[in-house]
Each structure stands twice: as structure tokens, then as C-alpha cells.
């Protein structure tokens, strides 16, 4: 053994929160949160137009403040015994770099441009994009690429924000050598090799997002890409063919990053992989367990034995990939593009008159207006779950659809949009509501459908994430539509968690994925179990759910 400890570093949308962990039983001894500054404020974002980009300064500066703000108070012993860190991160998040690896917007001139930056996972301004790589993958005459992708390409994915970023901006185009994901840059920042012919690249993004597999050699063909489009001619040559799985090194912590951050010189750093895919590793996933990531979206994660499950092609999904989740085994990757922002959203709508006209009333101090405002915000998804549990799902004439954000699985369509039927004039709050999670709970039901048509089982349920730690409303529906149990992890950091056990293996701490979950997991905290007469009275409801989208898609879009 080199050490004791390791160190998770999780960027989500919002913030980075590091954890430092104790590698013998998973206790973590120091956390930290960094919210994004510049994301909090909504620069470079245009929610309008489905764009959202993010500045590297912002992970740069979380991930320096994070780690010193949870190694703080930790004596010397500890912080010696730190022999590792592996990294999550949202994705596909790709950014265009120079020819050392340096992200354009860190250069003069592209400080303030949106295309420069990192181009978030949640980015919907690639759907054009999206559309003709599908259609080029199906008639170009050779390998469809897709395949492996579950035959749909998606403009959440690398390739089609890469082109779209490729075709919009002449000066992005002119200055980019290469681009690298998120999950990424960040290790190869620690490492101090950023150069984008050198730096290793994670298996998980690359098969899940990039149509790479060791089946085409790594990447798509030169000759698709620039059947797609000319711009992409040459690109392939400057990103990669071999990628590494989460319990692989890239290298040592460099003496900079050492020093700036208090560490020790031989702290060992992981290969980068997804937020998702490390907290089904935290979870403590197993063959055949679903491990639902229920947060502002979903991801819905399997890992099969490759040789029960590696000959399978299942369509509609977001992709198979050998050793993506754990080393070994074969990884499958589902999910919807909204869930707890759908959520958000519609508090958001009923705040409406609250943030707009409450704040103006003069008669009232502004210490009364702020505490109105704030207790509003901070209770309302509260009370609206608690009035809407009232409200038997039988009662409820109103059908939603969830995809407010477009639909990731099965088969991504980010040009849907969503829908509400059934509405009355006694239609009110806590019942739209109530529809809406509803929808929701729909929606994972599709996907698990999906899989188990495709011939891959599910033996059991494991939720982690906000939703799943803090809603046990949202919660039960899930469970009853799904009718099944679903098991909720203990741990309320089990992406970051699941990159600490990452850590440890790289370290040589643990000798593998499954070791380090044995040793380090955090186990079950509650388990919901389905009431088999709602979930009799959801199979209804969900044919109605059905309906209204082959109507929606067929009809609308």
C-alpha cells in the first residue's frame, strides 16, 4: 500500500465538491463544495436558444478551493497518506483546445466567447447537428457508428457539438488543434501533459459519446467525418485511438499542482470518467442492478458480464461500452434529459408573481419581501408534494409528458418538447403537479421497458441522488410505476464517493472496482417497496402516457 486516503473530486452542473476518504472503510473525513461563480451569475448561458457553456476557470478554481477547503483541519499524517485522485465530471462536455491542450478560452481574444468554452452536457444547440449525423451513419454505405450508441446520435454528444461549435464560429475553427472532454482535461491538468496527442482519454465518454470502439479502430472512420462534413477533415488525427478505464493512471500529480495544492509529490492520478457511471461505482452497482442517478436529469446505469451481455446491441439507448462503468464488464447507459428540472421549472412558474411582484411592493420592508421570497422558494416543492401525496392517482384526468428538455432515452429526440393533457378549470396546483412527477416516474419506466425488450434484465433497483435522498414522494411514485423495490444508497455523495474508490484502485490500495465497493461502500439507507394496488392503477395511466407521446411525436414534431 502507498497510502490510506484518496481524494473524489465530482464536478456537477452547479459546484465541485471534493471528498477526502479514508480508503479502509469509505469514511470520508473532508468535503468541500465550490459553486461555479461565473455559471451562478448565467454568463455565456442563453436558456432561450438550449445553449449552455461553461467557463474553465471555473472548474480550475473549484478545483484548487475544494480540495484545500476539505483538506482543512486534517493533520499532516492524513494529508501524507493521500495516494490518489480520480475525477468525475458531467459529459459530453467538450471544449476546443490549442496545441498544448490549453482551452481557448483561457487564451487572449476568447476570454469571453461562449464557443471557446467548455460546451456543457445539457446543450441543446446541436440538434441540427445531431439530425445529420443519423442520417449520414445510415446512408453513407459503410459501418453505421452509431451501433454502439444505441443507433441514435444525440446532441448532448461530442461530435455533433464539436460541428455545430465547428460551423458557427470562423475564429473557434481558425485557432482549435483539438478537443477533450471535460473528464478529460481535468487530469491531465493535475498531470501537467495536456498536450492532446499525449494525454490519456477515459473509455467512458469516448465510447459513450464519441462512437469510439475498439471494433472501428478507436474513432469514426476520416471518411464518414468528412462525408458529414468537410470541417471535420483531419480532426480524427488529432484526437485519439486508445482510451483507459477508471482504474488506469495517467500519470503523477505534477510539482505545481502539488504545490499549489498541499500534496504529496507521488499522488497517483485516475483516468476521468462521467459523474453518472461513478455513482453507479458508489452505489455499489452490480450485474443486473439499475443504478438510477436521479438529479436535475437521470442517468440509468447497467453493467452485464461481457460474455452474457457483449454480443447484444440494444437500440434507443446512450450506449454500450466495454468496461465504462467497471473494468471488465460490459456498461449500458440510459436516462432522461429532465427530471428534478422539470420539477424546478414548474416551481419556478408558480414563483412567478412572487419574484416579480412581491419584490416591488414598497409597503412591505425589504427584509419581509427577501424572507417572502426566500421561504416561498425554499417550501414550495415541500408543500406541493405533500398535497399532491393526497391526491389518489386514479382521481387524476391529467397526462403529462416529460420531455420538457427533449428525450435522451429510449431513442433521443432533443426536439420534442413536452405536454400536458386533461386539463380542467379544477386543475390545480398540486394536481399539475402531481402529473408531472408522474410523468417522470413514466418516463423511467420506458427505459427499463427498453432493456428488458432488448434482452438484458434487471434484477433490482438502486437510486441515488438529490431526488432519491430528499423526496420520498417523487420517490414512491417511481417505485409504484416501476413496480419494483428500489433501494436508496446511504451515502449522499456517491458520485464523489465512487471516484474515491476509483482513486483507490489506481493507488494500488484496492485491487480492483468490486474490492474497493466491498471496502468502501456506504450501503442502504431505505428501501421503498411498491403498493400493488397504485401500481395496478399506474399500468393504466402509463398506456395513456404512451398515447399522448406517439401523438406528440408524430403529430407535432
Known amino acids: 500500500m502507498t497510502g490510506k486516503y484518496v481524494i473524489g473530486l465530482d464536478y456537477g452542473t452547479d459546484s465541485v465538491r471534493s471528498v477526502i476518504v479514508d480508503t479502509s472503510n469509505g469514511e470520508i473525513i473532508g468535503t468541500a463544495v465550490f459553486e461555479y461563480p461565473r455559471w451562478k451569475k448565467g454568463l455565456y448561458c442563453d436558456p432561450a436558444s438550449n445553449r449552455f457553456r461553461q467557463h474553465p476557470l471555473d472548474y480550475v478554481e473549484g478545483l484548487e478551493n475544494s480540495i484545500k477547503e476539505a483538506m482543512k483541519g486534517l493533520g499532516r499524517d492524513i494529508i501524507s497518506g493521500i495516494a490518489g485522485i480520480t475525477v468525475d465530471t458531467t459529459g459530453s462536455t467538450p471544449v476546443a483546445v490549442d496545441r498544448e491542450g490549453v482551452p481557448l478560452s483561457l487564451r487572449p481574444s476568447f476570454e469571453e466567447d461562449p464557443d471557446a468554452m467548455f460546451v456543457l452536457w445539457k446543450d441543446h444547440t446541436a440538434v441540427r447537428e445531431a439530425v445529420e449525423i443519423n442520417e449520414v451513419a445510415k446512408s453513407w454505405g459503410g459501418i453505421d457508428f452509431?451501433?454502439?450508441?444505441?443507433?441514435?446520435?444525440?446532441?448532448?454528444?461530442?461530435?455533433?457539438?464539436?460541428?455545430?461549435?465547428?460551423?458557427?464560429?470562423?475564429?473557434?475553427?481558425?485557432?482549435?488543434?483539438?478537443?477533450?472532454?471535460?473528464?478529460?482535461?481535468?487530469?491531465?491538468?493535475?498531470?501537467?501533459?495536456?498536450?492532446?496527442?499525449?494525454?490519456?482519454?477515459?473509455?467512458?465518454?469516448?465510447?459513450?459519446?464519441?462512437?469510439?470502439?475498439?471494433?472501428?479502430?478507436?474513432?469514426?472512420?476520416?471518411?464518414?467525418?468528412?462525408?458529414?462534413?468537410?470541417?471535420?477533415?483531419?480532426?480524427?488525427?488529432?484526437?485519439?485511438?486508445?482510451?483507459?478505464?477508471?482504474?488506469?493512471?495517467?500519470?503523477?500529480?505534477?510539482?505545481?499542482?502539488?504545490?499549489?495544492l498541499g500534496l504529496p509529490t507521488d499522488v497517483k492520478i485516475g483516468a476521468g470518467a462521467f459523474d453518472a457511471h461513478l455513482g453507479a461505482v458508489g452505489g455499489e452497482i452490480t450485474p443486473y442492478q439499475l443504478v438510477k442517478v436521479m438529479g436535475t436529469s437521470t442517468c440509468d446505469m447497467l453493467v452485464a458480464p461481457m460474455e452474457e451481455a457483449g454480443g447484444k446491441l440494444v437500440a434507443g439507448i446512450c450506449g454500450q461500452v466495454d468496461g465504462s462503468i467497471v473494468p471488465g464488464m460490459l456498461g449500458l447507459e440510459a436516462g432522461q434529459s429532465a427530471f428534478g428540472d422539470i420539477y424546478a421549472w414548474f416551481s419556478r412558474l408558480l414563483l412567478w408573481p412572487v419574484n416579480e411582484m412581491v419584490t416591488k411592493m414598497d409597503w412591505l420592508d425589504e427584509k419581509t419581501r427577501t424572507r417572502i421570497v426566500s421561504e416561498s422558494s425554499d417550501r414550495i416543492i415541500a408543500e406541493l408534494s405533500r398535497q399532491a401525496e393526497n391526491i389518489p392517482p386514479e382521481e387524476s384526468s391529467l397526462v403529462a409528458l416529460d420531455w420538457l428538455n427533449g428525450r435522451r432515452t429510449p431513442d433521443a429526440n432533443q426536439a420534442l418538447k413536452g405536454a400536458i393533457t386533461g386539463l380542467s378549470l379544477g386543475s390545480d396546483a398540486p394536481r399539475i403537479f402531481r402529473a408531472l412527477v408522474e410523468a417522470t416516474a413514466f418516463g423511467s419506466r420506458m427505459i427499463n421497458e427498453r432493456f428488458i425488450s432488448e434482452g438484458v434484465r434487471i434484477d433490482g433497483v438502486i437510486a441515488i441522488g438529490g431526488v432519491a435522498k430528499k423526496n420520498p414522494f417523487v420517490m414512491q411514485i417511481v417505485c409504484d410505476v416501476l413496480n419494483m423495490p428500489i433501494k436508496v444508497a446511504a451515502s449522499d455523495q456517491t458520485c464523489a464517493l465512487g471516484s474515491a474508490m476509483a482513486a483507490s484502485v489506481v493507488a494500488g490500495i484496492h485491487k480492483d472496482i468490486p474490492s474497493a465497493q466491498k471496502a468502501m461502500g456506504g450501503g442502504f439507507e431505505k428501501v421503498y417497496n411498491p403498493d400493488p394496488v397504485r401500481a395496478k392503477t399506474y399500468v393504466e395511466l402509463y398506456e395513456k402516457y404512451k398515447k399522448l407521446g406517439e401523438f406528440i411525436e408524430n403529430q407535432l414534431t
Open 146 to 260: 452509431t451501433k454502439f450508441e444505441g443507433g441514435i446520435y444525440s446532441s448532448e454528444w461530442f461530435w455533433a457539438k464539436i460541428l455545430h461549435v465547428l460551423r458557427s464560429s470562423r475564429k473557434v475553427r481558425e485557432s482549435a488543434f483539438s478537443w477533450v472532454e471535460h473528464c478529460d482535461w481535468i487530469p491531465a491538468l493535475l498531470t501537467g501533459n495536456t498536450d492532446p496527442l499525449k494525454l490519456r482519454r477515459g473509455r467512458c465518454s469516448a465510447g459513450h459519446k464519441a462512437m469510439w470502439h475498439e471494433d472501428f479502430g478507436g474513432l469514426p472512420d476520416e471518411k464518414f467525418l468528412v462525408k458529414l462534413d468537410p470541417l471535420l477533415k483531419g480532426l480524427r488525427d488529432r484526437l485519439f485511438s486508445e482510451t483507459v478505464t477508471c482504474d488506469a493512471t495517467v500519470g503523477t500529480i505534477s510539482a505545481e499542482w502539488a504545490k499549489r
